[in-house]
Nanobody, 128 residues
Framework: QMQLVESGGGLVQAGGSLRLSCAAS????????MAWFRQAPGKEREFVAA????????VYADSVKGRFTISRDNAKNTVYLQMNSLKPEDTAVYYC?????????????????????WGQGTQVTVSS
């Protein structure tokens, strides 16, 4: 069982930056692929970014590529999402998700159904 707690959301002006953090419980964090999803009001949950269990592979949604960076610190059981050049359309609740434990390398998932554990979410609001 893994528990995920997101933090770092808030209100920011367009063009600004935020860094989201997701703290994970458990001693096997390094065997989980991690991802960020987001959900805006009235819209489906959408993929943002994912990172492999050792951090050597990442994948991004086209809408955030070049602006957002996902990273992880396995010693701290934490995954991060650095968000730069924020736009009003980035406004959403951001969720951290975990897929694992993995015993062999897997392609990074971009579908929410591929992830087993979810945090409660953190609100990001970008004003124009």
């Amino acid at each position: 069982q893994m528990q995920l707690v997101e933090s770092g959301g808030g209100l920011v002006q367009a063009g600004g930056s935020l860094r989201l953090s997701c703290a994970a419980s458990g001693r096997t964090f390094s065997t989980y692929a991690m991802a960020w999803f987001r959900q805006a009001p009235g819209k489906e949950r959408e993929f943002v970014a994912a990172i492999s269990w050792v951090g050597s592979s990442t994948v991004y949604a086209d809408s955030v590529k070049g602006r957002f960076t996902i990273s992880r610190d396995n010693a701290k059981n934490t995954v991060y999402l650095q968000m730069n050049s924020l736009k009003p359309e980035d406004t959403a609740v951001y969720y951290c998700a975990a897929d694992g434990p993995l015993t062999t390398p897997q392609p990074l998932g971009i579908m929410w159904r591929q992830y087993d554990y979810w945090g409660q979410g953190t609100q990001v609001t970008v004003s124009s």
